[in-house]
Each structure stands twice: as structure tokens, then as C-alpha cells.
């Protein structure tokens, strides 16, 4: 257990952080009063799913004062297993540099956060003060590093923090700690008004008439269906596996269905949901949604690996049916997820930084300087490609290039 000493005068004293092996030992109200209502990936129901999947060995950290019940923070630690290919959770691709430098074939770390793949945000009770809540960051930051020195291992991995996750982690961020901006970013969409017409008003009119063709165009060639995503995964994982195969990332069905599989079953028929497109009877292409409060998330899409007409499926079924859908059912922002964000950007979704980093252990980085230039490759695409589209983009890039 270790301590961490908060000077706020809201929560006075010692912070200790106790290591948990389950969420079933945590009581809901608990978790609940501490993470983000609006967050999906925080919720106890999501994690406490990915941790009965056993998919990945989890240790959760929970920071406390002494001899009160209330979560100031908590901090998910999940082994990392590179064997699976699969981008969104194996650290070490993302810090290849690291792993070169280290001389090593396999682990780096742990991979803290939640498991969600993208925009990561932190566990942390948003109540308190900054620097409160860098205390209690600190204190996770420790208990972090002494659950990876115990297990021989370098670094602890955030993949995918959002903006707010970031400048919240900067105060803790020190010597020997690596971070780089990601290679895709976070896009969302705010709904403006009642249905969809009201969001093609808000559209560049060039954007506008550009939206009406690929809708018109689908909907002349396809038929969707929204059908609980439970009902769907056997047709849906596969046509995922071969647009990411297609971008050269290894994924398994096993892998993306253990995914999907999760979503269902931490949220449930209602909220977990699949859109199929289908070309002349067949399913072409089909959009992952999953609802939260008031957001909707479009976690994925997948179509078919051969020379079936795509009759603007890819907008159809990430973009402009999720965005029927939340209007039909309340909600106030599709959150469209990462990658394609030029595309999405031009139908009217904010384009929002990522940001990877890697906690070192105390005495446990490796001792050779790691290459920077894959790191500042990335920075300057992105210089180049807010150069040419400034409109796109959010300020708080400017901290980040």
C-alpha cells in the first residue's frame, strides 16, 4: 500500500491506495459516486464485464483516505498480451522506440485505463481541486509502479488519453516518462436541434448537397436494420477483422467478438446495438453502436472483404444512421470514434488529440536513448494536416504541436 500526502483542505491527510483483485469487492454506489456518468468505459457494468470475460488479467488500484469509505481514484491495470495482434491494447506497438531500446521480444508493461481502445479518461473524483487531484494521480502513479517493479517490468502504459486525461496527468509526468501524440484521434459530433435535417444545417452547403447524394445514393441501392448487437455478432465480427486487415492490423474473430461480446452484455439489447446494411438482400456493411446517458457511441465498423458494391455504406452506417438513431432516441452527441477523421470531420464532427504515454518504473527504464523520429513523424502529420484543414480542429491541439 502506498501514501501520498493531499494539503487541500477538502480532503485533508494521507492518501492510501489499495490494490484490488475484483470489482465484485467494490460496492456499485462506490464506484459510481467517482466515475464519469457520462463515460461508458467507466462504468462499473463495462469493466466489471471485461474483468468476467477474463481476457485479461486485471488489478484494479483504489485511492482512499484512511479510514473512509469514498474513492478518490481508481486506475484499472491489465497485463498486456502482444501475442493477440490486436492494436488497441498492445502498448508496445505503440512505443515500438521503447521496445527497440530495451532489446526485448515481449512485455514492456501494464496497460492502465479502461480498456476502452479510444479516448481514455481518468478515474478520479472531479470534485476535487487540481492539485488534490494530482495528489491523488500521484499516489495512483506510485502504487502503479511498485505493481510493475514487482512483476520485473518497465513502464506502465496509458493508450488513447483524451485531452483533459492528459493535462490532468502532466503534473505527475517525470523523468524517464515517454508520451506522443497517437495516430488517430477522437472525433464526436454535438446534435444541434430536433432531426436530421437540423444537422445538415449546420454543414458547409457544398457538405450539404455532398451528404444528400451519398444518403440518396444508399438509400436507392441498401436497406438498414438496427438489431441488438447480441443477435449480430457472428455476421458482424468477421466483416470488422477484414476492414482492419485491410489497414494492416492483425486481428482474430475470436478477439473482436470477445469485444463485441462484452458490449452486449455490459449494456444490454437496448443500448448495445448493430446497424446492417444490406446491398440487394445481402449484408454488405454493418456500424457497432452503443448508447450511454445521453451519447452514442459508434465503436466499429465492418463490411465485406470482396467486390460487393459500396454505395457509401462506410457514412451510411458510421455517421448518418447512428445520427438518426440519437435523434429518434433523445440524445445529445454521436461520439464517431477514431480513424477516417478527415471524412467524418467534413460531415461535421470535431476532431480531438490522443495522446499515449508511458509511466517508467523507478530504476526500471531501459538506459539507451529510445529513436524519437517515429514520435515526431507523427507530430508533424499532424501539423500538416491541421495546416491544410484548420477549421477541423480544436485548440487545445495548439498544446500538443
Known amino acids: 500500500m502506498t501514501h501520498q500526502t493531499i494539503t487541500e483542505p477538502e480532503v485533508p491527510g494521507l492518501v492510501t491506495v489499495e490494490p484490488v483483485s475484483s470489482l465484485s469487492d467494490i460496492p456499485e454506489h462506490s464506484w459510481d459516486d467517482v466515475a464519469d456518468p457520462r463515460d461508458m468505459f467507466q462504468s ?21 483516505q484512511p479510514g473512509h469509505p469514498r474513492i478518490l481514484g481508481a486506475l484499472p491495470l491489465y497485463d498486456s498480451l502482444p501475442s493477440r495482434g490486436d492494436y488497441l491494447y498492445w502498448p508496445e506497438l505503440h512505443f515500438q522506440d521503447l521496445l527497440h531500446a530495451a532489446g526485448a521480444d515481449g512485455r514492456l508493461g501494464l496497460l492502465a485505463g479502461s480498456r476502452a481502445g479510444f479516448g481514455t479518461r481518468l478515474i478520479v473524483d472531479r470534485t476535487l481541486p487540481g492539485p488534490a487531484r494530482a495528489a491523488v494521480l500521484d499516489a495512483l502513479r506510485d502504487a502503479a509502479r ?3 517493479a514487482d512483476r520485473g517490468l518497465p513502464y506502465t502504459f496509458f493508450l488513447f488519453l483524451d485531452a483533459s486525461a492528459w493535462r490532468d496527468l502532466a503534473p505527475v509526468v517525470r523523468d524517464g516518462d515517454h508520451h506522443r501524440l497517437a495516430s488517430v484521434a477522437q472525433t464526436e459530433l454535438e446534435l444541434p436541434g430536433d432531426d436530421f435535417e437540423d444537422y445538415l444545417a449546420t454543414l458547409p452547403r457544398n457538405t450539404r448537397t455532398s451528404v444528400r447524394r451519398e444518403v440518396g445514393v444508399f438509400a436507392r441501392d441498401c436497406a438498414t436494420e438496427t438489431v441488438p448487437l447480441r443477435e449480430a455478432i457472428a455476421t458482424v465480427a468477421p466483416m470488422i477483422v477484414n476492414v482492419r486487415a485491410r489497414h494492416g492490423m492483425a486481428y482474430g474473430v475470436d478477439t473482436v467478438a470477445r469485444r463485441l461480446s462484452a458490449y452486449a452484455s455490459a449494456l444490454g439489447d437496448a443500448s448495445a446495438m448493430a446497424v446492417l446494411c444490406r446491398v440487394r438482400g445481402r449484408t454488405a456493411g454493418a456500424g457497432v453502436m452503443c448508447r450511454w446517458h445521453d451519447r452514442l457511441y459508434v465503436t ?24 438518426r438513431h440519437a435523434y429518434a432516441t433523445g440524445l445529445s452527441s454521436v461520439v464517431t470514434g477514431a480513424g477516417a477523421e478527415l471524412g467524418k470531420a467534413r460531415r461535421g464532427s470535431a476532431v480531438l ?4 504515454l508511458a509511466w517508467a ?5 531501459p538506459e539507451r536513448r529510445a529513436d524519437t523520429a517515429p514520435a515526431e513523424n507523427r507530430k508533424e502529420h499532424w501539423r500538416r494536416l491541421r495546416g491544410a484543414h484548420p477549421r477541423y480542429f480544436h485548440p487545445v491541439w495548439d498544446e500538443l504541436l
Not at 301 to 323: K, S, T, W
Open 300 to 323: 466499429d465498423f465492418g463490411r465485406l472483404d470482396d467486390e460487393a458494391p459500396d454505395p457509401f455504406v462506410y457514412f451510411n452506417a458510421a455517421i448518418y444512421e447512428p445520427v
Open 353 to 356: 488529440p490522443l495522446v499515449h
Open 44 to 64: 462499473r457494468a463495462w469493466l466489471r464485464t471485461l474483468e468476467r470475460s477474463g481476457d485479461a488479467p486485471v488489478t484494479y488500484l483504489i485511492a482512499r
Open 146 to 148: 511498485a505493481v510493475a
Open 361 to 365: 518504473t523507478a530504476g526500471g527504464h
